[in-house]
């Protein structure tokens, strides 16, 4: 099944795939910071980054602003999207069943869903600007420049969230938070205000997600779950409360879907996928759990 | 003296015979509190208690008395069905254990409550949170404590986790002295440890003591919490049992073990 | 006793709803004469549905602006045959349960006269077998499907050309220019999907990306199938380049053909010739801003605004006022076209009777945006497409040179 | 009054409750009956859905409602079970009939492969990893050749009119779910039932007290993988064509958990009453949307979704246990008052 | 007689710290042994090694003469040991009936008499009536005396029970020993029980194990362990050694409290 490749196609291939991985590991971000510290599985995550994506046309549309400054002014956007969500319903459900959560967050899947197809209609959507259709060339090997743009943002988002949870006191205290609940609030630490604050954040890297994937990818309001299985491999395979290890599953996910495009018949790719997903789950699950009940 | 709890009237905010009753309103208490987990059981049943200031309390009382029931009410992790708590006589029972630092009161919990992937420095940081907004006075903090614990300071980058359990105690410790409290809250200070380990905790609860603070201690180490005690309460099946000085029991602790062991 | 009681209470509910239900049904359908025709003043149903949401909600959008269109049209000229016309569209969620259960209520309970059929081979497969199980012909405009019109007696279709044929006006093309221009190495990627196989395969060995290259001569160097919800397609990209693709096959819907056409540019992969030759996905809004990535890009089509057909520059119009469409759709054009032939037939038979319709449709010629059309004995249309290409913002007929308003451009 | 006589009095009490129980039940299942002939056949259709996801949902409420694991790939079995018929029927001429049975013993096979690893895990866990594996067995099924691949399968289709035709799945579909909501029936009011309810609650103690856990929720995924397989076959050839993009469709799956969770966990009431509730609604929201007026134009179709969203939160936020549970709630008052 | 239980040199460790140490000790059928010690004394992770729940890291137990290493607490649970626990774990949705009939799950027992067998124990610890309630509903005492009447159900030759009288209302209490000691004799079953209260055992078992850190202290009649000194010192604790935490000698933490300063009152 196997078929023959050049070293300059593995070394594209490879070039697509950590560019590629980079995206992966920012579109999991979120999912990673809520389901480590919070323990909320947000099957939503996804059309946060669907919304976010359309943020980006109607900035561009509207007024003409070039997606990397939208993807600034998402944060703020989304980061205000997270507080309210989480505020209004999660904090609702958070005590109770995670089953409950599971629901209401599919609930506002629905909505969002339905809300942005009322909006925008289903039409598949493209973001153009001068730099989505450039690439630079090195070598004979193609860098496309809106996923080398993407890849910058995922890295900087990546370094600025590590850094906030490791050298901010607030980040030390969100992470003592999944530690031990408990310990964390008699610590002083209003552990409810700072579920809000991960929340948002969470909500942000979304939407600067979604931003981002609009330079690369073509995108409508229904087609975001295929993020959403992408989003749950990288977080699964990297394990719970730490950007550093979302970074690098994202990454080896990255490069074994671009790697494994080259060396086997497409239409298997994604059957490799699914079946590595399943494997992580199988051998990481009951770790994930017990480190979430730990949390709780 | 050694009072039983029958001889004082019922739901009276129990002022002892000590002149207690002139300084009522000091200290730490909680009056005619009635608690529980589920619907059904009471673990504690009209409990009344008084923390005098700069004194050790204890309370004592066979398993499943209620103990750390009311020291989980005291530092309002769990709301009481009816009863108040009270610091030197404002109201607090609905204060969430997130505020309660503020108010001078910490809690050192039963078992492990370190952060087991934070450093021992992130550890303490933690525990200045309230400091966060004022970074010099939480370096300067920080500093206090590590001047009281050497052996912090050397393990500072060391993962809590990795360390042994006595060594994660005193981390407990430091990180609940970062705030510098008035009244201390301590919950079986000596489960899980080694007897080495425990002599050293009651050594530093001696200390705590010493330096005036209001201290009420849950202990099922008998022995050593008596002898820091100044004033002594027992429960049993949730209730107000037998309180008095600590002189009032100290010759009688055989007695006391033999009662709980009913014999 | 508390049980039982709910029992009759929602026994009797039950009963009441559905029997009010079937005598209103029954009102509806008191009088019809042998001819179909409604009574005089009562409106002539036409029904259908279209995946307004889910994955076939984008080409749908253009089917529903058609429609309306189209009905305000026929009411404001009278209507059908001094009837006047109404339409039932329900959403079928591109489901194709859910749409079957729709037909089943637009036959039986709604009393539709006639039957458009859904969009896409995936719906309408599942609901031509209850059109014809009810001796009522599906008028097609939304799906291709060699199989089912040679399978079927109740299908009259729209799209000028089936599966098999969707690649052939490339291949004309390229067998117009000189023996040293031609490419020679195919590249085909196909998503999997029904239709877009069968325009690589073609049917019973006859059409399809690999026989008309095979007939050819030329080499197929790649062949692979992507599933649509795919990613990144950056893996397929690199191996046609590698394999140094000249004629390039994107067999796809459209949200995957603009991820190819982008990965494609980005990459740097440049054919000599890049057919979108699944959906015709050039016409669609979004391909205008693609940019330069859509530029040059071969598709295939039925009907241009430059070919003056009937009506086809007031549906153009149409669409941009209402649609904000830069380029005229061609889902816009085969929903058109059925709903021409559907009116000329009714209007040219004087009747509803299905059987007489088909004869009718069969044995005339009708006049449509997509030209002049006659219809073979499966109801399909002859073929007649024009290969188009994506030059500077516009889609350029480049062959048959009869119809074309530009010469084809080669990489 | 003394305690036997007041015990015979309760015991002839339970048994004329018991009588109208089964009186109401044989009413039902004959109203059901002559509904089949009786109503417009875009109902019977209408009605045939709504037998069939009762019965995914009675299926998947074996293991999700009674035992609290939450299975997010139900369509792999629904899946499984259509292309068996479809391949058995298509490719080995094996008679339709015949490839009903059949289907559900391919699906309940599928349902130990899945289930022997995926029951080691708790939780979302367990949700996710049964989600993926749905999408797993569609990429597989899209990619076999004896499958047909992305092109799917023709079923053959039955020699009468459409009429005979609907009303004859009508009655299939009926059959299986009057054998669905028996067997959940009897589930829930045998020890097996109790037992997976004290998985659900407790399930070390559980275990501890003799419940061989593991084989239990294993014999509940297969159950329900069964029901679903049938389900599937009989859908395979009432749809008369099938193809791995809508036969897999995840919204199958997360349509069976909404309407179980509607209805109400761990009741066999519960896909009785989630299933046509949502189903209706939806049907009814889809026939209303484009004649109702909404903001001076039509009501838009997407906006059945946006209703059916909200009705969702409502429930997780108002009513965690669905119409069964305010349904207990009620009673519970009247009981206690 | 053959002992029901032989345990020998068990021991396990959780990290750094050990539950059970070299614990060894043989149970006679019919008979009740006693379990106590202070908090943390390892007498709950006994049980749950004996049932199966923790694997032990050295050590061996025999059941009827029969090693139970590799069995999981089901397949014990089918051999005749069951439990009840610390706090009582009943299924709260189910009924009272339906909680007892969990353990039959398995079991090649008629339903009609499966259902006899749970009324005649219900009757037999006093719940009769609740039968046909959801044992959320029962107090915390009643819910003890269904988890005893449960860990009946399978006719288990050894019965593990972990504090059965912690918090339970003199009345259930009594209630509770007539019946232990009732299905010891009349029923041959055997009983481990752990308590803080030896009294309670005092009228049952005729041996009491005491544990410290893991470790058995003391072994005898009720009378016998209860006047160990080793026990009573248990139970006491240490007065403090010598051993010092690592400190300074002055606190440079005033005791005048910053927050008198930050303020921060309560709402």
């Known amino acids: ?296 | 003296m050694m009072r039983h709890a029958a001889d004082v009237p019922a739901g009276s905010g129990a002022p002892s015979p000590n002149g207690l009753a002139s300084n009522a309103n000091a200290g730490l208490s909680m009056r005619g509190v009635t608690a529980g987990y589920y619907s059904h059981d009471l673990v504690l049943n009209n409990v009344s208690l008084n923390a005098r200031p700069g004194k050790v309390t204890v309370l004592l009382g066979p398993n499943g008395s209620g103990k750390s029931t009311a020291l989980r009410v005291l530092y309002g992790l769990l709301r009481p069905r009816s009863g108040q708590i009270l610091l030197d006589g404002r109201e607090i029972t609905t204060v969430p254990p997130q505020r309660r630092l503020a108010l001078g009161m910490a809690l050192l919990p039963q078992g492990r409550s370190v952060f087991p992937e934070l450093t021992v420095q992130e550890n303490l940081e933690i525990g200045g949170w309230l400091l966060a907004r004022d970074r010099r006075r939480l370096a300067a903090a920080l500093e206090g404590v590590y001047a009281r614990y050497p052996s912090l300071k050397e393990w500072r980058q060391k993962q809590a986790g990795s360390l042994s359990g006595g060594q994660q105690r005193l981390v407990e410790i430091g990180r609940m002295m970062v705030a510098d409290p008035r009244v201390i809250l301590i919950d079986e200070p000596s489960v899980g440890l080694a007897p080495v380990i425990v002599d050293q905790v009651y050594e530093e609860i001696a200390r705590l003591k010493e330096e005036q603070r209001t201290i009420l201690l849950v202990d099922q180490n008998v022995r050593a919490a008596v002898a820091l005690a100044d004033y002594i309460y027992t429960l049993e099946y949730g209730r107000n049992n037998l309180e008095g000085e600590r002189g009032a029991f100290e010759d009688r602790l055989e007695a006391l073990i033999k009662s709980w062991l009913r014999f | ?411 | ?337 | ?267």
Request: glycine content about 10%.
């Open chain 1, 1 to 296: 099944m196997l078929t023959t490749v050049s070293l300059s196609l593995l070394v594209q291939a490879l070039v697509n795939g950590l560019l590629l991985g980079l995206v992966y590991t920012l579109i999991s971000l979120g999912l990673s910071l809520t389901l480590g510290i919070m323990g909320v599985v947000n099957v939503a995550h996804s059309t946060l980054i669907m919304l976010g994506s359309y943020l980006a046309l109607e900035l561009l549309q509207r007024l003409g602003l070039d997606p990397i400054i939208s993807a600034v002014i998402a944060v703020p956007v989304f980061f205000l999207i997270g507080v309210l969500l989480e505020r209004l319903l999660i904090s609702r459900v958070a005590r109770t069943s995670q089953t409950t959560g599971l629901l209401v967050l599919f609930g506002v899947l629905v909505v969002i869903e339905g809300a942005a197809i009322l909006r925008w209609t289903t039409d598949t959507q493209v973001l153009s600007v001068s730099y989505t259709n450039t690439s630079l060339t090195l070598d004979g090997i193609a860098i496309a420049v809106p996923r080398l743009i993407a890849a910058a943002i995922a890295l900087v988002l990546v370094l600025l969230l590590d850094t906030f949870l490791r050298s901010t006191l607030y980040g030390k205290a969100i992470r003592a938070m999944s530690q031990n609940l408990d310990a964390a609030r008699i610590s002083g630490i209003d552990t409810d205000r700072l579920s809000l604050l991960v929340f948002g954040l969470a909500t942000a890297t979304a939407g600067v997600g979604g931003v981002t994937l609009a330079m690369i990818f073509p995108f409508d309001p229904q087609d975001h779950y295929r993020w959403l299985a992408w989003a749950f491999l990288v977080v699964v395979i990297g394990g719970l409360g730490s950007i550093r290890n979302t970074l690098l599953a994202g990454l080896l996910i990255g490069l074994i879907e671009t790697l494994s495009s080259v060396l086997f018949p497409f239409q298997y790719v994604y059957f490799i996928v699914y079946l590595l997903l399943v494997v992580a789950l199988l051998v990481r699950g009951q770790g994930l759990a017990g480190s979430q009940s730990r949390a709780l």
């Open chain 4, 1 to 337: 009054m003394s305690s036997a006589l007041l015990e015979r009095a309760t015991a002839r009490t339970r048994w004329r409750s018991w009588l109208y129980r089964g009186l109401g039940a044989a009413a039902a299942v004959g109203l059901l009956a002559v509904l089949g002939v009786l109503i417009p056949l875009d109902w019977v259709t209408t009605l045939s859905a709504v037998y069939m996801y009762i019965v995914l949902a009675e299926g998947w409420n074996i293991l999700g409602g009674y035992a609290g694991y939450l299975n997010f790939g139900m369509v792999t079995f629904f899946g499984v079970g259509a292309y068996t018929a479809g391949v058995l029927c298509t490719q080995y001429n094996v008679h339709p009939l015949l490839t009903i049975p059949l289907a559900g013993i391919m699906a309940t096979v599928a349902a130990l492969l899945v289930g022997v690893p995926a029951l080691r895990l708790r939780g979302v866990y367990f949700a996710i990893l049964t989600l993926i594996i749905s999408f797993l067995t569609q990429v597989l099924v899209t990619n076999l050749d004896i499958t047909g691949g992305a092109s799917g399968i023709y079923m053959p289709s039955l020699p009468f009119d459409p009429f005979t035709n609907e009303q004859i799945f009508y009655y299939a579909f009926l059959g299986l779910m009057l054998l669905a909501v028996l067997l959940a029936f009897i589930i829930e009011h045998s020890r097996f039932g109790y037992a997976l309810v004290a998985i659900r609650e407790d399930e070390d103690p559980a275990e501890i007290l003799g419940v061989r856990t593991t084989w239990l929720k294993t014999q509940a995924l297969l159950l329900g993988a069964f029901l679903a397989g049938v389900a599937g076959a009989i859908y395979a050839f009432h749809t008369s064509y099938i193809e791995p993009q809508g036969t897999f469709s995840l919204d199958i799956s997360i349509d069976v958990v909404l309407m179980s969770l509607v209805g109400g966990l761990g009741t066999w009431q519960g896909p009785v009453i989630g299933v046509p509730l949502m189903l209706v609604t939806a049907q009814v929201l889809r026939i209303l949307a484009g004649e109702l007026p909404f903001f001076g134009s039509t009501l838009p179709p997407e906006f059945d979704r946006v209703v059916f969203g909200i009705i969702l939160i409502l429930v997780a936020l108002l009513a965690p246990y669905g119409v069964m549970g305010l349904v207990r709630r009620v009673r519970g008052r009247r009981l206690t008052v």
């Open chain 3, 1 to 411: 006793m508390k049980s039982f009681r709910l029992f009759v209470t929602t026994t009797v509910l039950l009963v009441l709803i559905l029997t009010g239900c079937s005598a209103a049904q029954n009102a509806g359908s008191s009088t019809s004469s042998s001819n179909g025709l409604p009574p005089a003043g009562q409106p002539i149903v036409i029904g259908g549905t279209l995946g307004l949401t889910g994955a076939y909600a984008g080409p749908s959008a253009d089917y529903k602006a058609t429609y309306d269109y189209w009905l305000q049209q026929v009411n404001s000229h009278g209507g059908l045959l001094g009837h006047p016309v109404k339409m039932i569209i329900y959403d079928d969620e591109s489901n194709p349960a859910t749409a079957q259960s729709l037909y089943q209520r637009l036959i039986h309970q709604d009393k539709v006269n006639l039957l458009l059929s859904p969009y896409t081979t995936a719906i309408g497969g599942a609901v031509l077998p209850i059109a014809a199980a009810n001796h009522m012909i599906l008028w097609n405009g939304g799906f291709v499907g060699i199989k089912l019109f040679k399978s079927s007696q109740w299908m009259i279709g729209s799209y000028t050309y089936q599966e098999p044929d969707y690649s052939r006006g490339v291949f004309e093309m390229i067998d117009s220019l000189p023996a040293s221009e031609r490419p020679t190495r195919v590249g085909i990627v196909t998503e999997q999907n029904p239709f877009t196989l069968a325009v690589r395969d073609g049917y019973q060995g006859q059409g399809g990306v690999i026989n008309f290259a095979k007939q050819r001569g030329m080499q197929i160097v790649l062949n692979e199938e992507y599933p649509p919800t795919a990613t990144d397609v950056s893996g397929l990209i690199q191996r046609a380049k590698a394999a140094k693709v000249d004629l390039f096959f994107a067999l796809s819907l459209p949200n995957p053909a603009a991820l190819i056409a982008r990965t494609a540019y980005s990459l740097g992969f440049k054919p000599k010739i890049y057919c979108a030759c699944g959906s015709l996905v050039t016409s669609l809004p979004y391909w205008a801003q693609l940019g330069p990535a859509g530029e040059g890009i071969f598709s295939t089509a039925m009907a241009v605004p430059s070919d003056n057909y009937d009506g086809i520059n007031d549906l153009f119009t149409m669409l941009q006022r209402v649609r904000h469409e830069t380029v005229f759709s061609q889902y816009a054009a085969v929903a058109m076209t059925i709903l021409q032939v559907m009116q000329q037939a009714v209007e040219g038979a004087r009747t509803l009777d299905q059987q007489q319709l088909r004869a009718y449709v069969l044995s005339h010629r009708f006049n449509t945006v997509n030209g002049p059309l006659t219809f073979d004995q499966y109801g399909m249309p002859r073929y007649n497409a024009v290969l188009v290409q994506y030059l500077n913002g516009k889609n350029e007929v480049v062959w048959p040179p009869s119809r074309a308003t530009a010469k084809p451009q080669l990489q």
């Open chain 5, 1 to 267: 007689m053959e002992p029901v239980l032989q345990v020998d040199s068990l021991s396990k460790r959780f990290g750094s710290i050990v539950a059970l140490e070299r614990v060894s000790f043989a149970l006679e059928a019919g008979t009740i042994l006693g379990l106590i010690g202070p908090n943390g004394s390892g007498k709950t992770t006994l049980l749950n090694t004996l049932n199966g729940l923790y694997r032990p890291d050295s050590g061996e137990i025999r059941y009827l003469g029969r090693p139970t290493r590799n069995l999981r607490p089901h397949q014990l649970a089918l051999l005749g040991i069951s439990r009840t626990f610390q706090n009582a774990r009943v299924f709260h949705t189910l009924t009272v009936t339906q909680n007892m009939l969990v353990p039959l799950v398995h079991a090649r027992v008629h339903s009609a008499e499966a259902q006899e067998r749970a009324r005649q124990l219900l009757t037999f610890v006093g719940l009769e009536r609740y039968q046909a309630l959801p044992a959320s509903e029962l107090s915390g005492g009643q819910q003890k005396l269904l988890e005893f009447a449960r860990a009946l159900m399978t006719e288990p030759r050894l019965v593990l029970m972990d504090e059965p009288f912690g918090g339970v209302h003199p009345e259930i209490k009594a209630l509770l020993l007539e019946r232990i000691r009732e299905a010891q004799q009349e029923r041959q079953v055997s009983f481990i029980i752990v308590s803080h209260e030896i009294p309670d055992l005092l009228s049952l078992a005729r041996t009491i194990i005491c544990m410290s850190y893991g470790r058995i202290i003391a072994r005898g009649s009720p009378q016998e362990v209860s006047e160990h000194p080793d026990v009573i010192a248990a139970y006491l604790g240490h007065a403090g050694g010598q051993a010092q935490i690592q400190t300074s000698p002055s606190s440079p933490v005033s005791s005048s409290s910053y927050f008198e300063q930050a303020g921060g009152h309560p709402s």
